[in-house]
């Protein structure tokens, strides 16, 4: 987001919350729900390396496999007046992640009332946000962009994870990348939640472009893959004043819901721990995976 500087604005904040645009090059995690226990400082029973490799190869079937399911994606941006505690500027949007019929992945539009931000604009990076970036994957593409470093066990809901924090290796404003913590199921090896956020922001004066950290739930759907259900991302981002404007604090949350996944009908082979269940979407082998998900 931008700020509006043509606005007249009086808000001063004295502080900001976990994870605001202040932080350049570190990362602090978002407040976690009830459902996360204590975290276990011990190390895994097999190597972290392996472990890596493994949820990474994963993370690529479950691209694979995302890539060719419609969903329905509803996006919320609202700033909040903390003098009040109310929301006082939304941009919503419900849009349909489809195909058309010669294949072509596209979203269509299903309801987008007007934009009532006053305070911020939505830039093109908002948008990859919402649309690409929340849905995060460590696929072995990328693997190699970044320090991934084991942190411990925790325990999400009824699922036994394996921590790790994800490090940029270089900043590049060309090429934003996630900053942040992984929990990768200590079974599956699959992950289901991510936390963190997007580097770099742009924070020159007078134009800065700046983004508040997220936290993206997955849940299995058709007893295979963990997609995602729910982002929150949620903080106060100071934009820098400039030509004679003030500093200003603006509180923005961001919601997205990710719901009605469904298997677009093709001849595409998806691939499953390096078995095909492209035909009944049955898991392989008869599995299953008698576990409850994160909630959010």
């Given amino acids: 987001m931008v700020m509006r500087w043509w606005m007249v604005l009086t808000m001063a904040i004295a502080c900001a919350l976990p994870g605001s ?11 976690l729900d009830s459902g ?12 972290v390396d392996q472990i890596i490799q493994q949820f990474a190869a994963k993370e690529a079937e479950y691209q694979q496999a995302l ?11 609202e700033t909040i007046d903390d003098d009040t505690n109310k929301v006082d500027g939304q941009w919503y949007e419900v849009d349909d992640v489809i195909f058309s019929p010669n294949g072509a992945r596209l979203d269509k539009v299903v309801y987008a009332p007007p934009n009532s931000l006053t305070r911020i604009i939505m830039m093109p990076s908002d948008l990859q946000d919402i649309e690409h970036n ?18 411990g066990r925790q325990q999400i809901d009824q699922v036994d994870c394996y921590v790790f924090d994800v490090t940029p290796k270089t900043i590049d404003k060309k090429n934003r990348r996630f900053l942040g913590r992984v929990w990768v199921d200590a079974q599956e090896l699959l992950i289901v939640v991510t936390d963190g956020r997007m580097v770099p922001d742009d924070t020159k004066r007078g134009g800065s472009d700046l983004h508040p950290p997220f936290i993206t739930w997955r849940q299995q759907i058709d007893g295979h893959y963990w997609f995602p259900v729910y982002t929150k ?8 004043g400039g030509n004679g404007y003030m500093d200003q604090d603006v509180h923005i949350r961001e919601t997205v819901k990710y719901a ?15 078995q095909d269940i492209t035909q009944n979407g049955q898991q392989p082998n008869g599995q299953s995976k008698p576990k409850q998900a994160p909630q959010p």
């Fill in 21 to 31: 645009a202040q932080e350049k090059d570190t990362f602090t995690p978002m407040p």
């Fill in 36 to 47: 996360f226990g204590p975290m276990k400082l011990v190390a895994p029973s097999i190597p």
């Fill in 67 to 77: 890539d060719h399911y419609t969903y329905r994606r509803t996006a919320s941006v």
């Fill in 134 to 151: 929340y849905q995060f994957v460590l696929t072995p593409e990328n693997l190699s962009q970044y320090d991934v470093k084991y942190v």
């Fill in 233 to 240: 991302g949620e903080g106060i981002l100071h934009f820098a």
């Fill in 260 to 274: 009605d996944y469904k298997r677009f009908g093709s001849t595409t082979t998806i691939i499953y721990n390096g």
